[in-house]
């Protein structure tokens, strides 16, 4: 028996701040079930008009820098501040059987005990950079249930943080100490997209490397920022250990977020990264038609399995499944490439 999704009920949970509400309209906005599409849209219609006060923040960094460590020292810094903080945690799924881990929960120990807090690991589901598709629908739905920041942790280092930084305020970039090799490994676009940068683990013996490692990462800002915008990147140095230096650097954060709507305007901002949501959507519609269409899909996996054995190229095998889409949808203009061989 098909589950019933009572969309009004559902949308005054949310709003009244109950766990199982939001937990519940989470998973309807994760869902990839079509008939789950059209609640998910009324839901977020719904609750978009109570959204948008919250400071966003994406936090990237490479695999054992202590981010999920992180923030769970700084959220719980932060709700001994008076905030409700919300945490986005993108665990990687298997490319093979598609599951994920979901374990940042457990490294956020104190920060779950919390009544302020709202912790919601979500898998990947392949998506690019370790986003999950759903993770601006669940921004929304945490914002309209109160939380007044809005953490959101990716996977790690890679391409997909481009669409991290896309949807939030401010990107973080958590940094190691003996960062000498890292910087050859963080790639250059990750480095620009960054506008705090934090070195964390800066206690101990590590405090003096942590040193020496944020001015190697500011010189290297140097050369990477932009003077036209006459603002450097900071680099700073904490410890999510000892929780030293982490005022400091959501000062950065804050900071950085002031300096936003003072020069461009942090709604103008924030406008446009909803018009590339819109994009986003759009090309995620049109791809779930084409796996949902059983003549396509059935085409799909023979033209998959041509380009496997080299029977047909990539190109030739594209034009095919695209002139078959174009029979399918009426309208969908598609200009066959004339080089093709392919009958």
Not at 24 to 37: H, I, N
Not at 263 to 288: C, H, N, P, Y
Request: hydrophobic fraction near 40%.
């Amino acid at each position: 028996m098909p589950r019933r999704v009572d969309v009004p009920t559902l949308v005054d949970q949310v709003l009244a701040n109950q766990r199982a509400g939001i937990a519940r309209a989470v998973t309807l906005v994760e869902s990839s079930l079509p008939a789950d599409r059209p609640l998910a849209r009324q839901l977020l219609a719904a609750l978009l008009p109570h959204s948008g006060k919250a400071v966003r923040v994406g936090l990237t960094g490479v695999p054992g820098a202590g981010k999920s460590t992180f923030i769970d020292a700084m959220g719980c810094r932060l709700i001994a501040q008076g905030h409700k903080v919300a945490v986005l945690a993108v665990d990687p799924s298997s490319s093979r059987t598609g599951g994920s881990i979901l374990g940042d929960r457990t490294r956020m120990g104190k920060l779950a005990e919390s009544d302020n807090a709202y912790i919601r690991p979500s898998p990947s589901g392949g998506h690019l950079g370790g986003v999950a598709r759903a993770t601006r629908e669940a921004m929304i739905i945490m914002e309209a249930a109160g939380y007044d920041i809005v953490l959101v942790e990716t996977v790690g280092v890679g391409q997909s943080e481009v669409a991290v930084s896309g949807m939030v305020d401010t990107f973080l970039l958590l940094s190691l100490t003996r960062a000498g090799d890292q910087l050859q490994g963080i790639k250059r676009g990750i480095l620009e997209l960054a506008d705090v940068i934090a070195v964390n683990k800066a206690d101990g013996d590590n405090a003096g490397e942590a040193r020496v490692t944020a001015r190697d990462l500011s010189i290297a800002m140097k050369l990477i920022n932009d003077e036209s915008t006459g603002r450097r990147t900071p680099v700073l140095t904490c410890s999510a250990l000892t929780k030293t230096g982490l005022d400091e650097v959501w000062q950065a954060v804050l900071d950085h977020r002031e300096w936003v709507d003072k020069t461009f305007g942090l709604e103008k901002r924030r406008a446009d990264q909803q018009v590339d949501w819109m994009w986003s959507q759009i090309e995620g519609s049109v791809i779930d038609s084409l796996r949902s269409t059983p003549e396509l899909l059935k085409l799909g996996n023979q033209l998959e399995a041509d380009v496997e054995s080299s029977s047909v190229s990539a190109l030739e095998a594209s034009s095919e499944f695209l002139a078959a889409y174009a029979r399918a949808v009426p309208g969908f203009a598609w200009a066959p490439d004339l080089s093709s061989t392919r009958q």
